[in-house]
Structures are given as structure tokens and as C-alpha cells.
């Protein structure tokens, strides 16, 4: 089964950046489109990031222009570079397979990303 394990959130000043990285293992996942999704306190899940097997990359309205999806298909990585960050992006933040949240049933432990003066 695969597994995820996301690392580099901490504390971000506001107008800051982040680079978060997401390890996973098992060998499918070179064919399938990945996200990003962040959970802020007594808020839902929502994807933030996606991108393609081919490098397609789409974004939720609020990280547009400041987040930037990659990935490295020969090292089963992601990657998530968050610019110009905001108070409000403060969550946990967790990668998986770029699908319909409810038909996701295994997350990692995400990373928490504090955004805060």
C-alpha cells in the first residue's frame, strides 16, 4: 500500500515562503495525478494544488499565482512552494492522489504550516 509522508511546514512570517515535500512510496505513483490538500482548524479538507502525471498543474482561487505544484516522477516526490504567504494558509497540509476528497480513505500525518507575525 502506499504511503505518504510530508515534511517541511513550520512557522512562515507573513509574505514568507515555504517548501513542503511529500515522499511516496510504492511504484504507482508515477501514473497518477497528485495534490495538495490543507485542513485548517474547524475547517474541511480542500485540495489546494494538483498536478498530472504529465505536469499539468491547477490551483484553488485563494493560493493562485503563489503556490507552485511540482513533482519529481523519478524520485516519488512532490513538492508544494508556497510564496507570499498569508495568515489564512495556516493547516495542516497533506499530499495524495488528486481525487474527490470523500473517496479518500488513507491520509499521512500532513505537516502544520503556521503562518503568524
Known amino acids: 500500500q502506499v504511503q505518504f509522508v510530508e515534511s517541511g511546514g513550520g512557522l512562515g512570517q507573513p509574505g514568507g515562503s515555504l517548501r513542503l515535500s511529500c515522499a511516496a512510496s510504492?511504484?504507482?505513483?508515477?501514473?497518477?495525478?497528485m495534490g495538495w490538500y490543507r485542513q485548517a482548524p474547524g475547517k474541511q479538507r480542500e485540495l489546494v494544488a494538483g498536478?498530472?502525471?504529465?505536469?499539468?498543474?491547477n490551483y484553488a482561487d485563494p493560493v493562485k499565482g503563489r503556490f507552485t505544484i511540482s513533482r519529481d516522477n523519478t524520485k516519488n516526490l512532490v513538492y508544494l512552494q508556497m510564496n507570499s504567504l498569508k495568515p489564512e494558509d495556516t493547516a495542516v497540509y497533506y499530499c495524495?492522489?488528486?481525487?474527490?476528497?470523500?473517496?479518500?480513505?488513507?491520509w499521512g500525518q500532513g505537516t502544520q504550516v503556521t503562518v503568524s507575525s
Open positions: 495524495n492522489y488528486k481525487r474527490a476528497i470523500a473517496t479518500i480513505t488513507y
Open positions: 510504492g511504484s504507482i505513483f508515477s501514473l497518477y495525478a
Open positions: 498536478i498530472t502525471v504529465g505536469g499539468i498543474t
